[in-house]
Each structure stands twice: as C-alpha cells, then as structure tokens.
T-cell receptor
Framework: AQTVTQSQPEMSVQEAETVTLSCTYDTSESDYYLFWYKQPPSRQMILVIRQEAYKQQNATENRFSVNFQKAAKSFSLKISDSQLGDAAMYFCAFLTQGGSEKLVFGKGTKLTVNP | DTGVSQNPRHKITKRGQNVTFRCDPISEHNRLYWYRQTLGQGPEFLTYFQNEAQLEKSRLLSDRFSAERPKGSFSTLEIQRTEQGDSAMYLC??????????????FGPGTRLTVL
C-alpha cells in the first residue's frame, strides 16, 4: 500500500519570503502522479500543482514549484514570494495510474504567513 | 462549469439517526469519489463511482454506509444509525477519467457532520 508522509505539522514564513514544504512517499509502482492541494480554513480543497512521475522536469505554477526526486521518493513544494492568502493546510497526495486512481493523502502541513 | 457542490454544508444529528449527503459533480465528469477527513488528518478514500457503477469501497465504509449514483449524475452518501465516531468532514471529488489520461480530482466544499 502507498503511504505519504509530511514530516512538518506546521510551518511559518514571512510575507514575501520563500518556504519549502516536505513530502515523502512509499510505493512500488512506477507510473503515478503526485499532487499538492491547498485547504484554506473552512474552504474547499483546491489543486496547487501536479507532477507526473514519468516527467523528469519539475512542475511549476507561478509562485509554486516542486522538487521531485523520484529515486528518493521525495516531492517538496516551494512557495516563493509568500502572500497572506497562501496561509492554509497543504496536503501532499499520491495517485497510482490505473484502477480506481484514488488519492492517498499525507496528514498535512499548516502554513502560517506572517505580515 | 460551476464546480463540485455538496449539500448540506453542515449537519448536526443525534446518535442513532440516519443522515444523507448529496454531491453534484462537475458536469460530464464520469468519476465521483467520496473521502472522509477527520480533524488533523488528510482525507481518506471511502468509495468511488465510474458513471453509475460503484467500483470500489474502502474497508472504512462499514455496513452502515451506503452510496449511490443513479444515472451517473449526482451521488448520495447515507449513514444509518450514526455513531459519534462518524463525526467528520465528508468530501466529494469528481474527475474526467479516460484510459489514457489521468485527470485531476476536483473537490467540493464538503459536508461537516457532527454526531451528538
């Protein structure tokens, strides 16, 4: 069974600074996808970024980028120029291609952005 | 495209009562997922549908839980004889699945259940 580990329950960053959230996963599969989702307080979960395992290039979405290390089974999220609106719970999630393609989530990292 | 919607947003019930939640996926999304999220945890998979067929159920889904997706459109999740341990956020997600492409799952706002 796949597992996802987020070792940082909480992180904080100053506005305009950069922060990196860690995620490791365990799987024997070769074809899979990795996601970072953001869940603001009392609001719905939204996709931040997605990475296909077969792609060597790290995904980037505006101020959000990932460092995908397939051999190390590591998938960290870097947020540049942090904004107050980035404050949320961030969940790392794993999805195996084929079959049900259900998401397996980590426990999340609570990000606080200080003005 | 109005996104995934869920109703009700909040439900408070007494132990032993039955509750039903509804999820309306993004139109034309053929896959619909239910997850449960307890405080301080990430969401956990409960079940999913491809069109109207329920194809997988988690061991978390006890006999008191039943889900349907008639006509492959909206879905309902019913919990019978609720227990305090059922208190959680119930999340619905949908995706446009195809054999050669894995779509992103888009989540609804969730239904927060409190069992007294």
């Amino acid at each position: 069974a796949q597992t996802v580990t987020q070792s940082q329950p909480e992180m904080s960053v100053q506005e305009a600074e950069t922060v990196t959230l860690s995620c490791t996963y365990d799987t024997s599969e070769s074809d899979y996808y990795l996601f970072w989702y953001k869940q603001p307080p009392s609001r719905q979960m939204i996709l931040v970024i997605r990475q296909e395992a077969y792609k060597q290039q790290n995904a980037t979405e505006n101020r959000f980028s990932v460092n995908f290390q397939k051999a190390a089974k590591s998938f960290s999220l870097k947020i540049s120029d942090s904004q107050l609106g980035d404050a949320a719970m961030y969940f790392c999630a794993f999805l195996t291609q084929g079959g049900s393609e259900k998401l397996v989530f980590g426990k999340g990292t609570k990000l606080t952005v200080n003005p | 495209d109005t996104g995934v919607s869920q109703n009700p947003r909040h439900k408070i019930t007494k132990r032993g009562q039955n509750v039903t939640f509804r999820c309306d996926p993004i139109s034309e999304h053929n896959r619909l997922y239910w997850y449960r999220q307890t405080l301080g945890q990430g969401p956990e998979f409960l079940t999913y549908f491809q069109n109207e067929a329920q194809l997988e159920k988690s061991r978390l889904l006890s006999d008191r839980f039943s889900a349907e997706r008639p006509k492959g459109s909206f879905s309902t999740l019913e919990i019978q004889r609720t227990e305090q341990g059922d208190s959680a956020m119930y999340l619905c997600a949908s995706s446009a699945w195809a054999k050669v492409f894995t779509d992103t799952q888009y989540f609804g706002p969730g239904t927060r259940l409190t069992v007294l």
